[in-house]
């Protein structure tokens, strides 16, 4: 029985290390300019992920969140990055934005 519940938990642990979201973390490329990039086998979790990190760097700085670039990849995995940058509130560049977004096939 011991046994039994080792490999069961062996196998749930390679499940769970095999579904990460593989990320970049921020990067700072330009005043008040970041990126951040992640792969998953779902794209809406690379996306959510990229999104998610954007939106709390800026937070963290007490500042609003501005895409301004995306590229998407696919490959054995989806692969998503996002430029942004990390404006005051009340910048005039906090409108509605209009980002390029770039899909690479391969």
């Not at 990460?20 to 792969?39: E, F, H, N, R």
């Not at 989806?78 to 977004?101: A, I, K």
Request: aromatic residues 6%.
């Amino acid at each position: 029985m011991k046994m039994m519940t080792l490999i069961i938990s062996l196998a749930g642990m390679v499940l769970l290390t095999a579904c990460a979201v593989k990320t970049s973390g921020v990067k700072k490329i330009g005043p008040d300019t970041y990126t951040v990039s992640a792969d998953h086998v779902n794209a809406s979790t690379a996306k959510a992920s990229v999104l998610d990190q954007a939106g709390a760097y800026c937070a963290n700085q007490g500042k609003e969140l501005l895409v301004t670039k995306t590229l998407k990849r696919q490959q054995m995995k989806h692969f998503y990055d996002v430029t942004f940058l990390c404006l005051n509130e009340g910048d005039p560049r906090l409108v509605s934005p209009q980002y390029e977004t770039t899909i690479e096939r391969r």
